[in-house]
């Protein structure tokens, strides 16, 4: 009987042989800002987009990058990846959107990451969707709530709820581009189109800037032929718009999660810090011209 495949705290020995390194080191900076704004999106959840937006900010900042990251689902996944616990907020994002009287820099709170901040979301946030519906403008409220300080920052990464209601429309109005975490499974795969007319639409009518920075494929296990012909598609399908860099399935982002750490922080050499670093360098690329 043939073995089985490796446990997946074992994958990161199983590189992917037909995946490129691309995007070299980016320069050090001698400013900062004004802040490029990517929304990390999929109406699919579990596809990696609190992660990767976790692990994409830590490794911006790595590259001496100045990152906020705002948790834009009530969930509160993005808080608490960071090691916050989000029902002892006083203030988060969603007395930002509502109350005029709050200001974002009693809002946002320092991660443990040199260089990248939070803007933190708790349960709150679910109750902003409805109150926001009779509300002038209601599209760009995001927007408007983080525009006093893009100055000081040069990427503010945006963790978008799986859905694409109010919140997520929020999210696109204000976006320069959107980052798409595809999960390597045929059904993620499907829904992506159905994502891409809604940026489509945003873009028509709300945000003429808006583009597509990439899709990154995630959960990817290169001993299994289904993630491999899906990763395959998505390339065929794509093109250029698909990331070198590609994000294995492992059991070190689990526990990042528990640790309330970034993979660069809690397994610094492993296979899942490499293939951050890789996405951050790409984005750097592709968003600014290696900024």
């Known amino acids: 009987m043939e073995p089985g495949p490796a446990p997946?705290?074992?994958q990161e020995d199983y590189p992917d042989p037909d995946l490129r390194e691309s995007a070299p080191e980016p320069a050090?900076?001698?400013?900062?800002g004004p802040a490029r704004v990517i929304a990390v999106a999929n109406q699919k959840g579990g596809v990696g987009?609190?992660?990767?937006?976790?692990n994409?900010?830590?490794?911006?900042?790595e590259y001496g990058r100045r990152v906020l990251?705002?948790?834009f689902d009530p969930q509160g996944a993005l808080s608490v990846g960071l090691g916050v616990q989000p029902h002892h907020l006083e203030r988060t994002i969603h007395n930002l959107l509502i109350d005029?009287?709050?200001k974002i820099d009693e809002v946002i709170i320092p991660t443990k990451v040199p260089g990248m901040d939070l803007l933190p979301s708790n349960i709150d946030l679910s109750a902003a969707e409805v109150q926001l519906v009779s509300e002038v403008g209601r599209e760009q409220a995001l927007g408007r709530a983080i525009r006093p300080?893009?100055?000081q920052y040069d990427m503010v990464l945006v963790d978008c709820q799986p859905s694409l209601g109010l919140l997520t429309i929020n999210a696109l109005a204000c976006a320069h581009s959107v980052l798409i975490p595809l999960e390597c499974e045929y059904f993620s795969l499907r829904g992506v189109a159905l994502l891409i007319d809604t940026i489509e639409k945003v873009r028509d009518r709300l945000n003429p800037q808006l583009e597509i920075s990439g899709i990154v494929a995630t959960m990817y296990d290169p001993r299994t032929v289904h993630t491999r012909e899906v990763r395959t598609r998505v390339m065929e399908a794509f093109g250029d718009l698909v990331f070198d860099a590609t994000i294995n399935r492992t059991v070190r982002f689990p526990e990042t999660t528990v640790a309330g750490e970034p993979i660069t922080r809690w397994a610094p050499n492993s296979a899942g810090a490499r293939a951050y670093r890789q996405l951050a360098r790409e984005v750097i690329l592709r968003e600014a011209g290696g900024r």
């Open 56 to 61: 994409l900010g830590a490794c911006l900042a």
């Open 49 to 54: 987009k609190t992660t990767s937006t976790i």
């Open 100 to 102: 005029a009287g709050t």
């Open 69 to 71: 990251l705002v948790d």
């Open 8 to 10: 997946l705290d074992d």
């Open 149 to 151: 300080v893009l100055a």
């Open 28 to 32: 050090p900076l001698t400013s900062h």
